[in-house]
């Protein structure tokens, strides 16, 4: 089943009109580009019997937040990284490692994907238009949906991302405060990983400042530093026993992403935009005097370019 994710559910209405669909701006209606133009043709596939550690090393390898799994050549369902956090100790889900695994890293790592994927897919057609496509994306919460082409087959996915690149040409000169989620999701910098892991889970983000007392910035625990964690085998060299319990109380502080964007509140979108294609990043940060003021996303740039 797939996870609750507060943050979308608040995002979802924000971006509805008051017949329950979301409102896209009649540009993007009007001449709409054929989905193989967005689609994200190299992503991470499992089979439902591949490892949990063999996923998220290609989750890692590819930096996608996603894996699609797939069973005969058929779509079989959706491995998100809230699932693997969930799984791994911010949520319900981590009981499976401490009660049939005894907390041992190696076995636990070894459960089959399709334990912990969903199978209430949110899927398109090739043939489907981009409005139906934002539409699902609103609707289920999901950043990546799957695309199938002729005979079902998997063609790609298209990606929170892949509609910013495709209209990044729009963003025009906004400042930064405008778009910005203000109500940023923090963490002390004394967290833990398992802090950091469960303060995903609950709230429904996939990035967390770590900051001071003061609001100042130390680092960001992102879903890419938790996947390169697990996926180049990090989690083993401080698992010394085996146990995971040893791998969640690091400070989370070892896992921050070494590249962080970091504007004023006045930088234009157009100008921060091209950095983060630049780093290949997909959020960057806004303080003003050093103190964290909001944060920005590819899913608040999507909304800008093709919202109302």
């Known amino acids: 089943m797939k996870l609750p994710n507060p943050r979308r559910m608040y995002e979802r209405t924000r971006w509805v009109r008051s017949d329950g669909k979301p409102s896209f701006r009649t540009s993007i209606r009007g001449r709409e580009p054929e989905l193989r133009s967005l689609l994200v043709s190299e992503l991470p596939v499992a089979s439902p019997q591949t490892p949990l550690l063999r996923c998220v090393e290609e989750m890692h390898r590819l930096r996608f937040r996603a894996a699609v ?3 005969a050549g058929e779509l079989f369902g959706i491995l998100a990284f809230h699932d693997i956090a969930d799984y791994l100790g911010g949520g319900e889900r981590h009981k499976i490692v401490a009660e049939r695994y005894g907390g041992n890293v190696y076995k636990a790592l070894s459960i089959p994907v399709q334990e912990l994927a969903s199978r209430d897919i ?22 990546v949906i799957p695309v199938l082409g002729p005979e079902g087959r998997l063609a790609g996915a298209v990606t929170e ?25 923090a963490a002390g910098e004394g967290s833990s990983l398992r802090d950091v892991l469960r303060l995903m889970v609950s709230t429904g983000v996939r990035r967390v ?52 964007i970091v504007v004023e509140p006045t930088t234009p979108l157009e100008s921060l935009l091209k950095v983060m294609f630049e780093r290949d990043l997909d959020y960057a940060l806004v303080a003003e005097g050093g103190v964290l003021q909001g944060i920005l996303t590819e899913r608040d740039v999507m909304f800008a370019v093709v919202g109302p």
């Open 69 to 71: 799994v797939v069973k």
């Open 122 to 143: 949110v899927y398109a057609d090739i043939t489907d238009t981009l409005g139906e496509v934002l539409e699902s994306m609103v609707a289920s919460g999901f950043g």
């Open 161 to 185: 991302g892949s509609v910013v690149r495709f209209y990044s040409g729009r963003v025009g000169r906004r400042p930064a405060s405008d778009l910005m989620t203000r109500n940023v999701i």
């Open 209 to 260: 400042p770590l900051i001071t007392d003061d609001r100042r910035l130390r680092g960001v625990v992102t879903w890419r530093g938790v996947l390169e964690f697990v996926g180049s085998h990090g989690i083993f060299s401080v698992s010394r026993s085996g146990g995971i319990d040893e791998a969640l109380e690091i400070e989370a502080l070892r896992l921050v992403d070494r590249d962080v």
